[in-house]
């Protein structure tokens, strides 16, 4: 069965960085989309970032872009998200989301997140 | 950007109730959406894609229509494990967005 499992997060200053890290299983992961989606906490869903399936194609939100970069390695199944110069507004958990394809189209599976604090 | 908002924003029901939860987009997304149902302390599950597609494994008493700048999720007769808070999610352009979420509570 698919299983997507983030790791990584934990308490960190402001200006601070911190890669988070999502190991795939359970699907081929080189064939799929994957996105990086955020919660802060007792807020709703905030999509973050999203690589194609080979990494050549990466999007971000405007309130991450030009701090987080997204990276993937097919060869280890994992997916990651490295956060720089990160600001109290960057605490959430952080979720590694599956993007279905164009036979279900959307993100279809996500992993359990991992908690980003952000404080001094 | 394509902003999405969803109504209402929280509703109590009963057991058995029928609900409807209404997301418009600000330009027309085609059927580029899904709906996902999120518990306190856990991820988000998607129940409907593609807008009207029942995702596998969720019971048929969930349901989606619509297209273009409008849709719903209806959940035909509210079981207790139903309340939870439910999102949709646009994908049509590469900057996904999310509604800002329906809270479903027990009345």
């Known amino acids: 069965q698919v299983q997507l499992v983030e790791s990584g997060g934990g308490l960190v200053k402001p200006g601070g960085s911190l890669r988070l890290s999502c190991a795939a299983s359970?699907?081929?992961?080189?064939?799929?989309?994957m996105s990086w989606i955020r919660q802060a906490p007792g807020k709703g869903l905030e999509w973050v970032s999203y690589?194609?399936?080979?990494?050549?194609?990466?999007y971000y939100a405007d309130s991450v872009k030009g701090r987080f970069t997204i990276s993937r390695d097919n060869a280890k199944n994992s997916l990651y998200l490295q956060m720089n110069s990160l600001r109290a507004e960057d605490t959430a958990v952080y979720y590694c989301?599956?993007?279905?394809?164009?036979?279900?189209?959307?993100?279809?599976?996500w992993g359990q997140g991992t908690l980003v604090t952000v404080s001094s | 950007d394509i902003q999405m908002t969803q109504s209402p924003s929280s509703l109590s029901a009963s057991v058995g109730d029928r609900v409807t939860i209404t997301c418009r987009a600000s330009?027309?997304?085609?059927?580029?959406l899904g709906w996902y149902q999120q518990k306190p302390g856990k991820a988000p599950k998607r129940l409907i894609y593609?807008?009207?597609s029942l995702q596998s494994g969720v019971p048929s008493r969930f349901s989606g229509s619509g297209s273009g700048t409008e849709f719903t999720l209806t959940i035909s007769s509210l079981q207790p494990e139903d309340f939870a808070t439910y999102y949709c999610?646009?994908?049509?352009?590469?900057?996904?967005?999310f509604g800002p979420g329906t809270k479903v509570d027990i009345k």
């Open positions: 989301a599956r993007d279905g394809g164009s036979g279900q189209p959307g993100i279809d599976y």
């Open positions: 359970g699907f081929t992961f080189s064939d799929y989309y």
């Open positions: 690589i194609s399936s080979s990494g050549s194609t990466i």
């Open positions: 330009q027309g997304i085609r059927n580029d």
């Open positions: 593609a807008a009207s």
């Open positions: 999610l646009q994908h049509n352009s590469y900057l996904f967005t």
